[in-house]
């Protein structure tokens, strides 16, 4: 398996969770983007790491990876409380940001 | 050593200033009126102390010369902050601070219970510390400084019951006259630092002796620049239209500052500049006839007046002409002396007319007067004294001081000059009579009278007393030298044509014609009271109108016009642009601002790709 095909694939999977997170609506399915995004990083970590005979890769997806559950452990949080709070989880419908 | 410290002079009015205009804001009205007039009253314990140093030097070294710090210097031209204590200017400082103190402590009693009772004092003591400045500045810059100073207090003080339109016009009024006559002093400034290289008084009397051939149309120009601004400080034709209208203020104001002291700026600082005139003969003539234009018209003028407050105006302007015909007859001292009578009895006039008009409860209205000799003994005998004074009555100080002009006048310009300043004088008896006539015959005034204090009269009893003695300076009569002149020590200019017996003679005619007219004047207009005077004279032979059609109504109209074409369409019009502009950009900017959560998002991924292509475009990656 050549370096090329983890990359692009890593891409096309960042990509994937880029477009999800920026086309569809409800709050739960942009999380999982978020985590698609996330181990795309994750997978080509892992394939420089494979392709350089390093460690430090494979210890950075780790950290990537507590990160990303305590980013989904919080997110849950804000969407349950979105939810309960505004009636909804449709973020094309939630636009408290604006001043 | 004490001399050294001449500064002390306006030290104290501006210490006064300061302390009731900082710390006083919640004192009461008796404790702002010690420190106002205790400021003053010290300056003038001062100014005596240096009178006596001045009297202890022998006559050829009397001054005092200091020079506190260089204020400006460009090229060959330097500018100090220097103060002079010589004769002349001793004459004025006393003047300024003796009747200062006076009246500062009349309206301790004048002003009492009036809601800007700091703010009063505040400008009275500004008013002398800047009119020290004026008078003992050793240079024409500096003097300028006080002059201009002076020009502010009085439009503060003129305007002081802003609450009444009309004292807030004649505020407006003075002022702006008074910049015609501040423009040619400062012209006559320029002059005077581009021909003779220095503003100092004593530099320049030192280039004009050193250089017998200097130019005389030079020193002249300089000279007729620097008389243009006296003739505004100094209310003469035709710059006096703001002085009648000045009496709007407060009358120890009217007293103060447009009687004794700084409306006779003007001739001391032709005093001043006396060498300058020397050297240009030429102008001489032109103040004589201007002062002795102003004295006949404003004579006439004040005789048409109904209120108290506007004849002794008008007598004020009447009488500052003789002071400049005395000048343009060269005759200094006798300019000089009939400023310091004239300051001692025209502001006891004044004061003796505000306590008139306080026992009256505001009426000003000579018509509505009469038979106030009886009632109010403490004002009408000091007015009385005043009125002879002014007439110019043996023995009071006014005859000694008019007696010279006049007979110097014959002098220098021959009889027909001198009849039409008899005839000027004629004219004073004929409005001092009209001023009497308020005191005598039949009571006029049917309320009740609020009698005025001890501190009201006190001042008047004063001043009529050295309105008496200040006569004595003119002695030894029909001299040269008088006692005054003497301590003056200026140029005498050529007397007399005439031996002493013409001059006696003269003198008693004068006096007999003068004291009959006063006479049967004041039994006259104590008589028929209500006779209404002429038109004519009773607005100055209309020369505000004039000015009002040919000046003021032509500059309101193009002020209209620039108004609402340039104002509201041009200026207004680029500001309310700018706005609209930038209200414009907000809101197309505000809606980036949709709070959606993934536009964010995708903005935030366009831009990190947009930088992540350009870096890479431009390292050459592609």
Known sequence: MSLMAVVFTGILLFAVGAAGFVLRGNALVLLLCIEIMLNAVNLVLAGFSRYLYGTEGQVFIFVIMAAGAAAAAVGLAVVAALRRRLGTADMNRINVLKG | MFSRSLWILPALPALGVLVNGLLGTSWRERRIAVVASGSVGLALAAAVGFLAELLSRPPGERRIAVRLYRWLSEGPLAVDVGFLLDPLSMAMVLVVLFLGFLIHLYSADYMRGDPGFRRYFVCLNLFVFFMLVLVLADNLVVTFAGWEGVGLCSYLLIGFHHERKSACDAGRKAFVVNRIGDFGFLLGILLAAGAFGTVRYGGIAAVLEADPSFSAAVAAAVALLLFVGAVGKSAQFPLHVWLPDAMEGPTPVSALIHAATMVNAGVYLLCRISPLLEKAPAVLPVIAAVGLATALYAALSALGQRDIKRVLAYSTVSQIGYMFVAVGCGLYSAGMFHLVAHGIFKGLLFLAAGAVIHALGGEQDLGRMGGLGKELPAVSLPFLAGILALAGVFPFAGFFSKDAILWGSLGRYGAAFWLAGFAGAVLTALYSAKLLSAFAGREGYPGPLHRPGPVLTMPLAVLGACALLAGAGGLPLFAKDTFFARFLDMPAGVHGAGGPALETALAAGQLIVIVAVLFAATRRFARSRKTPSPALLADGFGIDRIYGLLF????????????????????????????????????????????????????????????????????GGF
């Open chain 2, 552 to 619: 003021v109504r032509p500059l309101a109209a193009l002020a209209r016009f620039s108004f609402a074409s340039v104002e509201r369409r041009v200026v207004d019009g680029a500001v309310n642009g700018l706005g609209a502009l930038s209200m414009a950009l907000g809101r197309a900017s505000a809606r980036f601002q949709s709070g959606l959560v993934r536009r964010y998002a995708a903005s935030l991924a366009a831009g990190a790709f947009a930088l992540v292509g350009l870096g890479l475009y431009f390292s």
